[in-house]
């Protein structure tokens, strides 16, 4: 296996905060997605984007990383795991339980196989116990797409040395956790602990989904209808006029459903204003009309 460069995939320093690596996110994501992007090889580059942001995004896994990083691995090295496996620190205790954090990690598409070979079930004994100790059931992390939570579908994932179809119950909640009867280590239970896979056009809040729509300049100012994508599907949202860029419209009921008697989620459409690149004289003229019609007076409001 080869020791894969997340923060060069994202564009980013080792030193960045967690806003930073959201926003590089956000941003490949928007260029890559398949349903966007017409560049070649546009659907490897989302893939590799989304998977590097899965490992960034949750401080254990990004810490988790930054070990095996500062072991020495550069992009490329082929990775071998050193005597006693991974993680390793003083006395010979794990640093961090690789096993819990990244098993199951390909649940939805969001790891590639780097992750899942190396830290799934790395480090146990005969039967999936550690250390010679007996066996109980067996506990891994299953990242479900928010679009399966959203419908209630199934997601398809790799633990324990099988590859299996999980029902995701509709409207699942961080923390919860699907028990699978016989399907982990040694016939025993498989425990998995939902949390929600990071997606490219929405951020949850609770119940409620964010998502950051592009606007043009003059569509920010004369308003418009524009096609917002939901977890349900495209709807038309109407744009008001002279919208500054962070104003944020609700569409009621278009966040995740509700269980257990809770109200379904909203979303929230926050307004990002972005300028076009001029791409030929005309573009260019237009803009300096623009700045000719409004001079410095935008600066005041």
Sequence with gaps: MEFKDYYGILGVEPSAGEAEIKTAYRRLARKYHPDVSKEKGAEDKFKAVNEAYEALRDPQKRAAYDQLRAGGYRPGDEIRPPPGGFGRGQ????????????????????????????????????????????????????????????????????VAGKTLDVRVPKGVRPGQVIRLARQGNGGRDLLLEVEYAADPQFEVDGRNVIHVLPVAPWEAALGATLSVPTLGGPVELKIPADSESGRKLRLRGRGLPGSGGAADGDQIVELEILAPKAHNDAQRKAYAKMRDAFGDDWRRG
């Excluded at 990690?105 to 780097?114: L, P, W």
């Excluded at 070979?117 to 790395?122: A, V």
């Excluded at 004994?125 to 939570?149: E, F, I, W």
Aim: glycine fraction near 26%; charge should be negative; charged fraction near 20%.
């Design 91 to 158: 006395g010979g205790q794990p640093d961090f339980d690789f096993d819990e954090i990244f098993a199951g990690g390909g649940a939805g598409g969001g790891f590639s196989d780097f992750f899942e070979n190396l830290f799934g079930q790395r480090g146990r004994g005969p039967g999936g116990a550690r250390g010679g100790q007996p066996a109980g059931d067996t506990r891994a992390k299953l990242a479900v797409p928010l679009n399966a939570v959203y419908n209630g579908s199934s997601v398809r994932i790799g």
